[in-house]
RNA sequence: UGCCCGAUAGUAUAAUGGUAGUACGACAGAUUUUGGUUCUGUUUGUCGAGGUUCGAAUCCUCGUCGGGCAACCA
């Protein structure tokens, strides 16, 4: 096959118009409201609109779709700043819908003058009244033929705060019968004296999502503005203002948003999970959004390849959150410091290994990458092993530890179970073995075989750690369909906690910004909980594990 | 019951009138001092019915199914 990756549309629609020379450069834009942290789902936008430009050339702004200051949020603001940074882009300008609050209240007006707008003293609920349904034509207002003159008068008492909340809007005269619901007579502008986050309390009217979007857009020389799909009826509108408005012809393109198995995208659910305290905070690593992957451990190396593997079309989707896994493992497998770690502890007694004897030895830090080098590990004659790395009695084709099977210490001696000590309930407390003194890893003259290689941790040299293990938040593949409350479908095991495991010694120096694979169980970070008395890591994906489908076949 | 989108393996996504391909998954095997990684192989698909054409996933018609639209949210 070529190298040559298949466009999708829309870049094609950008390789056209740089083609035949509609544009000359392309300039997009990533429009976030500051009503929440971004998800994954952003991530999908914004390597879109940041790769397009990156692609072929041009530039791409943040601008911060701020024209609702009852939800907004400058902590939104920051979180969001952050979140496109650590994605790997650099936005060109970082502008704001409030900057164009005063040229935006002149379009309106310019509207007025052209008989385009009027202002209405029906209430919400009559203005939905008069709506119609997807079936029925809508009503004319009884203020729809209000005069210019009154209708600009009003208007500038609508401004100067003469009105209350709720009391009068404007809204554009297009067609009270038009099929397209969005084209019946849209408001334009509403009342609300709210102090807003950037302007303060300079405004007490504010432009509606279509009355600011395309017009921010066109401000801007946008020349391609992609959102989502439920947009496409908000197109017409979109033309309509620019058309009237005769300014620069942005043009909008829609695409399908990102859904992820196990997991849910919408805001607003979000939202309600970190106000009931269903999960820690926006950053909870079992959440869905930019800030809990970066806390988790996932890279942004990872993140935009996957975003890169799903494709982009106009379908609605639901990804499997298995491919997500498979990008970060695919990054993490590379540059990953491999350690070993115990959870769930059983003590080994080395019976043929002398007492107070220590050793240490050798292994890499990532056999995926030998310029990583080499770390040493103290060993000695009590160990700690993986209580699911021991049975009594093993199944077929169980390659770990068993009375009387032998097995390799990664990176040490080959062992074998001699005796197996249980205390009074019957527990196991013990496992007598004897190495094999001609096995050490590297220079092995035993000639031995052994199918299973355990990692361990040496008692006396071991720290203790708090780890994390996460897994999906939802039970149900996709909450968001599911009947009743979305909450009723969490996994009420979606975090447990190893409040004490016994880790190898170098990890006492663990550094932020390392990934390591703690051996055989997946891909862990330091957390930011940890303090100087307390190692805290969070596993950011497990290994893949070929034994659970082995059982699961057996069963 | 109006308008607007969409439909290709399990999940995504290509093929732009000319051999239905890729990735993930699944399955089988090889390698392995991580039951990881790596490698090899296998499996599974054009929503339906007509039409245009030498030739249709692609164009046309009619259906079917899924989604969206009745916030002073974005």
């Given at each position: 096959?070529s190298?040559?990756?298949?466009?999708?549309?829309?870049?094609?629609?950008?390789?056209?118009?740089?083609?035949?020379g509609?544009?000359?450069?392309?300039?997009?834009?990533?429009?976030?409201?500051?009503?929440?942290y971004?998800?994954?789902?952003?991530?999908?936008?914004?390597?879109?609109?940041?790769?397009?430009?990156?692609?072929?050339?041009?530039?791409?702004?943040?601008?911060?779709?701020?024209?609702?200051?009852?939800?907004?949020?400058?902590?939104?603001?920051?979180?969001?700043?952050?979140?496109?940074?650590?994605?790997?882009?650099?936005?060109?300008?970082?502008?704001?819908a409030?900057?164009?609050?005063?040229?935006?209240y002149?379009?309106?007006?310019?509207?007025?003058k052209?008989?385009?707008?009027?202002?209405?003293?029906?209430?919400?609920?009559?203005?939905?009244?008069?709506?119609?349904?997807?079936?029925?034509?809508?009503?004319?207002?009884?203020?729809?033929?209000?005069?210019?003159?009154?209708?600009?008068?009003?208007?500038?008492?609508?401004?100067?705060?003469?009105?209350?909340?709720?009391?009068?809007?404007?809204?554009?005269?297009?067609?009270?019968?038009?099929?397209?619901?969005?084209?019946?007579?849209?408001?334009?502008?509403?009342?609300k004296?709210?102090?807003?986050?950037?302007?303060?309390?300079?405004?007490?009217?504010y432009?509606?999502?279509?009355?600011?979007?395309?017009?921010?857009?066109?401000?801007e020389?946008?020349?391609?503005?992609?959102?989502?799909?439920?947009?496409?009826?908000?197109?017409?509108?979109?033309?309509?203002?620019?058309?009237?408005?005769?300014?620069?012809?942005?043009?909008?393109?829609?695409?399908?948003?990102?859904?992820?198995?196990?997991?849910?995208?919408?805001?607003?659910?979000?939202?309600?999970?970190?106000?009931?305290?269903?999960?820690?905070?926006?950053?909870?690593?079992?959440?869905?959004?930019?800030?809990?992957?970066?806390?988790?451990?996932?890279?942004?190396?990872?993140?935009?390849?996957?975003?890169?593997?799903?494709?982009?079309?106009?379908?609605?989707?639901?990804?499997?959150v298995?491919?997500?896994?498979?990008?970060?493992?695919?990054?993490?497998?590379?540059?990953?410091?491999?350690?070993?770690?115990?959870?769930?502890?059983?003590?080994?007694?080395?019976?043929?290994?002398p007492?107070?004897?220590?050793?240490?030895?050798?292994?890499?830090?990532?056999?995926?990458?030998?310029?990583?080098?080499?770390?040493?590990?103290?060993?000695?004659?009590?160990?700690?092993?993986?209580?699911?790395?021991?049975?009594?009695?093993?199944?077929?084709?169980?390659?770990?530890?068993?009375?009387?099977?032998?097995?390799?210490?990664?990176?040490?001696?080959?062992?074998?179970?001699?005796?197996?000590?249980?205390?009074?309930?019957?527990?196991?407390?013990?496992?007598r073995?004897?190495?094999i003194?001609?096995?050490?890893?590297?220079?092995?003259?035993?000639?031995?075989?052994?199918?299973?290689?355990?990692?361990?941790?040496?008692?006396?040299?071991?720290?203790?750690?708090?780890?994390?293990?996460?897994?999906?938040?939802f039970?149900?593949?996709?909450?968001?369909?599911?009947?009743?409350?979305?909450?009723?479908?969490?996994?009420?095991?979606?975090?447990?906690?190893?409040?004490?495991?016994?880790?190898?010694?170098?990890?006492?120096?663990?550094?932020?910004?390392?990934?390591?694979?703690?051996?055989?169980?997946?891909?862990?970070c330091?957390?930011?909980?940890?303090?100087?008395?307390?190692?805290?890591?969070?596993?950011?994906?497990?290994?893949?594990?070929?034994?659970?489908?082995?059982?699961?076949?057996?069963?």
């Open positions: 096959m190298e040559e990756r298949s466009l999708n549309f829309l870049e094609e629609i950008v390789e056209e118009d740089l083609k035949n509609r544009y000359k450069q392309i300039v997009t834009r990533f429009p976030p409201e500051p009503n929440g971004l998800h994954i789902g952003h991530a999908k936008s914004i390597c879109l609109n940041f790769g397009l430009t990156k692609k072929y050339g041009g530039y791409t702004n943040l601008r911060f779709d701020d024209t609702n200051p009852t939800t907004e949020e400058t902590e939104y603001v920051d979180s969001i700043k952050e979140d496109v940074h650590w994605l790997g882009f650099q936005w060109k300008n970082e502008l704001y409030s900057d164009y609050f005063g040229i935006l002149e379009y309106a007006v310019k509207l007025i052209n008989d385009l707008a009027y202002v209405d003293d029906s209430s919400s609920e009559e203005i939905a009244a008069m709506k119609g349904t997807p079936t029925e034509p809508g009503k004319d207002s009884p203020f729809r033929d209000r005069s210019q003159d009154e209708n600009r008068v009003l208007f500038e008492k609508m401004k100067n705060g003469e009105f209350t909340d709720g009391s009068r809007t404007l809204r554009a005269r297009i067609d009270m019968k038009h099929p397209n619901m969005l084209m019946r007579d849209p408001v334009l502008y509403r009342i004296h709210a102090h807003h986050h950037r302007t303060g309390d300079q405004w007490c009217i432009p509606m999502y279509d009355f600011a979007h395309g017009q921010s857009d066109s401000i020389n946008v020349t391609h503005s992609i959102c989502t799909l439920e947009f496409i009826p908000h197109r017409e509108l979109y033309d309509w203002l620019i058309e009237k408005l005769e300014i620069f012809p942005s043009r909008q393109y829609e695409f399908a948003r990102l859904n992820l198995s196990y997991t849910i995208m919408s805001k607003r659910r979000l939202l309600e999970l970190v106000n009931q305290k269903f999960v820690a905070g926006w950053d909870d690593p079992r959440m869905p959004t930019i800030s809990a992957f970066r806390r988790r451990g996932y890279t942004p190396e990872s993140i935009r390849e996957f975003c890169d593997k799903i494709g982009v079309a106009k379908r609605e989707n639901l990804i499997e298995g491919l997500l896994e498979f990008c970060v493992r695919e990054h993490l497998n590379k540059i990953a410091l491999r350690r070993m770690v115990v959870f769930d502890p059983v003590k080994i007694v080395l019976t043929n290994y007492e107070g004897k220590k050793e240490s030895v050798q292994t890499d830090e990532n056999p995926e990458d030998e310029s990583a080098g080499l770390r040493d590990i103290p060993f000695s004659r009590e160990l700690y092993i993986d209580r699911e790395d021991f049975m009594e009695n093993p199944p077929k084709k169980y390659f770990r530890l068993a009375p009387g099977q032998m097995v390799r210490l990664k990176s040490a001696y080959i062992i074998k179970c001699d005796e197996v000590i249980k205390d009074e309930q019957g527990n196991i407390s013990q496992l073995c004897s190495y003194p001609e096995s050490r890893s590297g220079a092995d003259t035993s000639g031995i075989n052994v199918k299973g290689t355990l990692h361990w941790v040496s008692i006396p040299d071991a720290i203790t750690a708090e780890v994390r293990l996460y897994d999906r938040l039970k149900v593949e996709n909450p968001a369909a599911e009947e009743g409350d979305f909450k009723e479908y969490i996994n009420p095991v979606s975090l447990q906690v190893v409040k004490q495991a016994y880790a190898e010694p170098s990890l006492m120096q663990a550094k932020f910004d390392d990934r390591y694979q703690f051996i055989r169980k997946g891909y862990f330091l957390d930011k909980d940890t303090s100087p008395s307390r190692i805290v890591f969070n596993r950011t994906v497990t290994l893949k594990d070929a034994w659970i489908k082995e059982q699961k076949k057996s069963s």
